[in-house]
């Protein structure tokens, strides 16, 4: 069974960087899958934030573009996400899964979630 395992979260003030890292269990083949990171801030939805293929090519969503960099380690069955310029609506918990792809996108491909790690950028 998959598991995920996020780390790195921490408070940080307005404007500054932090290196989230996600380390993926369970005997999966990790470098065929496109991997990301989302988030879910209080009474929101999660919503996904950085996509990495298995060939490198990474997408961001708009809000955090020329901010966030996602990157892997196939090696170590890793993928981390640098997060620059943090702003107070970057407040949330971060996560990460696989995911497949269809013609709408992105999603979510394992149903278990890590417990995630707390990014909490203060104004």
């Known amino acids: 069974q998959v598991e995920f395992v996020e780390s790195g979260g921490a408070l940080v003030q307005a404007g500054g960087s932090l290196t989230i890292s996600c380390e993926v269990h369970?005997?999966?083949?990790?470098?065929?899958?496109?991997m990301g990171w989302f988030r879910q801030a209080a009474e929101k939805q999660r919503e996904l934030v950085a996509v990495i293929t298995n060939g490198e090519a990474r997408h961001y969503v708009d809000s955090v573009k020329g901010r966030f960099s996602i990157s892997r380690a196939n090696g170590q069955n890793k993928v981390y996400l640098r997060m620059d310029n943090l702003k107070p609506e970057d407040t949330a918990v971060y996560f990460c899964?696989?995911?497949?792809?269809?013609?709408?996108?992105?999603?979510?491909?394992?149903?278990?979630w890590g417990p995630g790690t707390q990014v909490t950028v203060s104004s």
């Open positions: 899964n696989a995911l497949s792809e269809d013609g709408s996108g992105y999603a979510a491909l394992f149903d278990s």
């Open positions: 369970g005997g999966i083949v990790f470098p065929i899958y496109a």
